[in-house]
């Protein structure tokens, strides 16, 4: 298979953004979707960015992932 090879990369509770930074300083490309959320604090509403999907982040990989191959018994 050609092409982008992007792997799942499961960090610790609310380390996203240090994960990423992480991997941006080993010159890997990252991708960690985030959305705006409007939550109420002492009785103020008040608007949050939050990681889309809590403690996950995207990762390019540099190594080529092939399909496995099938061995046939002799």
Known sequence: MMG????VVM???RMENE???HLIR?????YLPLWKELKK???AWKTT???MFSRYLFALSLIHISEPTRQEAI
């Not at 080993?26 to 990252?30: D, F, G, P, R, S």
């Open 26 to 30: 080993q010159n890997i490309e990252v």
């Open 4 to 7: 982008s090879n992007w792997l």
């Open 41 to 43: 604090q002492s009785g």
């Open 19 to 21: 994960a990423k930074e």
């Open 11 to 13: 960090t610790k509770p």
């Open 49 to 51: 960015i939050s990681p």
